[in-house]
């Protein structure tokens, strides 16, 4: 029972990780579970989780109602940049 617990059981850092992962990937079973186990129990993070929320939908609200006037604007980041960041995250676990 305890070994499940601790699988279960998550920081509010990696709480705050996994809130962040939801907005822009799908997360496993696991993580699902185990995000709603901690948002039910730390206010603390459930309310990160709804201002993370309300913030991604206010800046994709603002970008979607106001676009680029020309590709000056534009900000992109090439493949390789995207993917050195994502192993950045995975290092950090």
Do not use: G, Y
């Not at 709480?15 to 579970?33: H, Y």
């Not at 206010?43 to 991604?56: F, G, I, N, R, T």
């Amino acid at each position: 029972m305890k070994k499940l617990m601790n699988i279960l059981m998550l920081s509010c850092k990696r709480s705050s990780e996994l809130i962040e992962k939801k907005l822009f990937s799908k997360l496993t079973v696991i993580e699902k579970i185990q995000l709603t186990m901690h948002t039910s129990m730390c206010d603390a993070c459930k309310s990160w989780e709804k201002q993370s929320e309300d913030l991604d939908h206010s800046l994709k609200n603002h970008f979607h109602n106001h676009p680029p006037k020309d590709d000056s604007e534009q900000v992109s980041l090439s493949e390789e940049a995207k993917q050195a960041i994502i192993r950045k995250v995975e290092d950090q676990k």
